[in-house]
């Protein structure tokens, strides 16, 4: 099995502090036996454009191992927002964009989030927000309408509520098939009910830091799944929602 991270990042991280450099994510994925990272610029970056040029020369100089979302603040403009969007996609080969709904001040059902889901729509990529922490911009239940909205797009909950909010957005999941929880932060009996309620097939592990890392990958190995639920979320979800169920 190659163990996917769906969600990490790479840079500095203006907002909540915190740097993450290209060894950081290497040693810690050696260490876990992960296979393949999800790599993002943190909320606030101040100059994406210059991070996902980081990641894409990480992904060239490690194939197979790194793959890029789109991370920037949509506030910017359709304009700007969907060039760089578009510059990442299709020239760097990066696989999904990411609406950070506090970091970035969005409610996940305005028409700025509804802009950057378009342009997921048009490009055949996910979209990852973040919820959770930073309400009431974070609620998951926000995400609903957004779901409803573009049923062909696959929404990602970063976070899956953040502990706080995981019933909610467990009912979000329920309710929209086409909404995966990725559980970083999560308590591990939560992460157990999840799958249980939902399948394997809709959840799927996330370190948000490399630090991180063990942590969330010992909350799956200890919560009495079974093998092929474990693949699932630790390989399986991911491996669809990224890369249409070819693991790289």
Same mark, same amino acid.
């Given at each position: 099995m190659?163990?996917?991270?769906?969600?990490? +990042?790479?840079?500095?991280?203006? *907002?909540?502090? !915190?740097?993450?450099?290209?060894?950081? =994510?290497? $040693?810690?994925m050696d260490a876990n036996k992960v296979g393949v990272s999800i790599v993002q610029p943190f909320p606030g970056e101040l100059k994406p454009e210059r991070c996902h040029d980081r990641i894409a020369e990480l992904a060239r100089q490690h194939p197979g191992r790194f793959f890029g979302m789109v991370h920037m603040n949509p506030h910017l403009g359709r304009e700007v927002y969907g060039r760089e969007a578009i510059r990442c996609l299709r020239d760097l080969k990066f696989v999904a964009l990411?609406?950070?709904?506090?970091?970035?001040?969005?409610?996940?059902?305005?028409?700025?989030?509804?802009?950057?889901?378009?342009?997921?729509?048009? +490009?055949?990529?996910?979209?990852? *927000?973040?919820? !959770?922490?930073?309400?009431?911009?974070? =609620?998951? $239940?926000?995400?609903?309408?957004?779901?409803?909205?573009?049923?062909?797009?696959?929404?990602?909950?970063?976070?899956?509520?953040?502990?706080?909010?995981?019933?909610e957005a467990q009912i979000v999941a329920a309710e929209c098939p086409n909404v995966i929880l990725e559980t970083s932060w999560c308590l591990t009996p939560d992460v157990a009910w999840l799958v249980g309620e939902l399948g394997?097939?809709?959840?799927?592990?996330g370190s948000d830091l490399p630090s991180n890392l063990p942590v969330e990958l010992a909350k799956y190995s200890s919560i009495g799944i079974s093998a092929s639920e474990l693949h699932e979320c630790l390989c399986g979800t991911a491996s669809r929602v990224f890369f249409k169920g070819h693991t790289p």
């Open positions: 190659k163990i996917i991270d769906s969600h990490t +990042h790479l840079g500095e991280c203006q *907002i909540y502090g !915190g740097v993450v450099t290209e060894n950081d =994510l290497i $040693s810690r990411k609406i950070h709904t506090a970091g970035h001040a969005v409610f996940p059902n305005s028409s700025i989030a509804s802009m950057v889901a378009e342009v997921a729509q048009d +490009h055949g990529v996910p979209v990852m *927000i973040h919820t !959770g922490s930073g309400v009431p911009f974070a =609620l998951p $239940s926000l995400v609903i309408p957004l779901a409803k909205s573009f049923p062909s797009v696959t929404f990602i909950l970063a976070h899956a509520g953040f502990a706080i909010y995981t019933i394997a097939e809709r959840v799927m592990m």
